[in-house]
């Protein structure tokens, strides 16, 4: 599956960021889905996650409470909802995909991911 991720910019501390995965393939319900980022100098972190149903999410502590991830199938879409951003959130964020077998089963690991969108940049000013 090919996905396309947009939705970044330039925001100030505390602005509100909604990203986009787009599939280009009909069958995202397949596809366990998650988005990462790397900041400069940083290694890629995984900042959220969702099964291929919607069910199951994980989010790590450092964006816990603000970031959301949602998806509709309906339209092969899954979204990063990014309220209260903060400087340490500015990063490139790619999101990647996976055929998951489980409706329930989500993954942590970039190695995990056969499918990664381009990248969209997030900057957050102070």
């Known amino acids: 599956v090919q996905l396309q991720a947009s939705g970044g910019g330039f925001v100030q501390a505390g602005d509100s960021l909604r990203l986009s995965c787009a599939a280009s393939?009909?069958?995202?319900?397949?596809?366990?889905v998650a988005w990462f980022r790397q900041g400069p100098g940083k290694d890629r972190d995984i900042v959220a996650a969702i099964s291929r149903s919607g069910e199951a999410t994980y989010y790590p502590d450092s964006v816990k409470g603000r970031f959301t991830i949602s998806r509709d199938n309906a339209k092969n879409t899954v979204y990063l909802q990014m309220n209260s951003l903060k400087p340490e959130d500015t990063a490139v964020y790619y999101c990647?995909?996976?055929?998951?077998?489980?409706?329930?089963?989500?993954?942590?690991?970039?190695?995990?991911?056969?499918?990664w969108g381009q990248g969209t940049l997030v900057t957050v000013s102070s």
């Open positions: 393939e009909g069958t995202a319900s397949s596809y366990a």
């Open positions: 990647a995909a996976r055929i998951a077998l489980s409706g329930r089963a989500y993954f942590l690991n970039s190695y995990d991911y056969t499918s």
